[in-house]
């Protein structure tokens, strides 16, 4: 009986497991990179959301991760027009979920980006949103990003802003 090609089949099954757990490791390893380096991102010390800096170059990360698969992106603006702006910033700190990601802008405005946001997710993120604000009269803005064809993060920014223009008028 011909015993090489079980002991073939062993070993390279064996280089195949130890080539899997290799790679298994690294990625968990720069999971872990990844997970550091957005902890050290500029936040907002009051909300714990991240600050203005981080905006445009997050939005404009999403805007070409969406335009390599053909997603879209969702980007919403609020204005905190009475009330607490800071206990409204924490609270909707407290509601973001990942994909998610949300910005304070200045003391009363906050811009809050999601990619490929469906019509049920976008209900839900309005209520959270909403249930973030329970004394405080906000205006709100929003406008998906289809394509190029959109503009970059921020002309986004900019047509965000004019919703929210628009809604207080």
Known sequence: MNVALPIALVLVAL????????????????????E????????D?????????TCLQ????ELKRAGRGGGT????????????????G?????????????FRLDERVVCIARPDLNAAERED?????GASAPRERLA???VVWSGPADGDARAVLERAAAAVQEGVS
């Open 15 to 34: 280089v195949s497991l130890v080539a899997l757990v290799d790679g298994l490791v690294r990625r968990r390893g720069l999971l872990r990179t990844v």
């Open 36 to 43: 550091q380096a957005w902890l050290e991102v500029p936040r």
């Open 45 to 53: 010390p009051e909300t714990g959301l991240f600050d203005r800096r």
């Open 58 to 61: 997050r939005i404009a990360a």
């Open 73 to 88: 992106v969702w980007v919403g603006m609020v204005t905190v027009l009475d009330g607490n702006p800071d206990r409204f």
């Open 90 to 102: 924490r609270m909707l700190f407290d509601s973001i979920r990942v994909p998610e990601v949300a």
């Open 125 to 129: 993120l309005l209520g959270r949103i």
């Open 140 to 142: 709100f803005g929003e």
